[in-house]
């Protein structure tokens, strides 16, 4: 009788408790699976430790999950920003390398429409032609 005199009299405070427990239940998933995978991330454990620590976070989650917390977890803060700086190094290589890539050869190109106006083979109009198309 209580449980319908609750539905029936506080239907707010339901859906507000409703919604709690639901965002509580999906941030102890998401950490669950962040530790999950920062074991397997990480490069200082050998085989043997990951089982371990992945068979302690199943068999006891909320301890384990304290623990390894404490135990690891400025090591978690570390391997995420070098994961970060690597990602960004190789993005940054990539761009340079596209970039520069486009760079050179339109670079290389003007080079030689200059070359071949030294040697008389174009005229300066034609040269300006083809150097307004390479810019543009």
Do not use: C
């Not at 405070?13 to 709690?20: A, I, P, S």
């Not at 760079?103 to 150097?131: H, I, M, P, S, Y």
């Amino acid at each position: 009788m209580t449980d319908l005199a609750s539905d029936w009299h506080y239907p707010l405070l339901n859906m507000f408790w409703t919604m709690m427990i639901f965002f509580f239940w999906v941030a102890w998933l998401f950490l669950l699976f962040r530790i999950i995978i920062d074991i397997f991330r990480s490069h200082d454990l050998n085989g043997f430790a990951k089982a371990a620590w992945t068979l302690f976070v199943i068999i006891l989650p909320f301890f384990a999950v304290l623990v390894y917390l404490i135990a690891r977890g400025s090591g978690m803060q570390s391997r995420d920003r070098d994961q970060a700086v690597a990602i960004d190094k190789a993005q940054r290589e990539y761009i340079r390398s596209a970039a520069g890539a486009g760079t050179d050869n339109t670079a290389d190109q003007l080079n030689k429409l200059a070359d071949l106006r030294q040697r008389g083979v174009l005229t300066d109009a034609e040269f300006e032609n083809q150097k307004v198309k390479l810019l543009a």
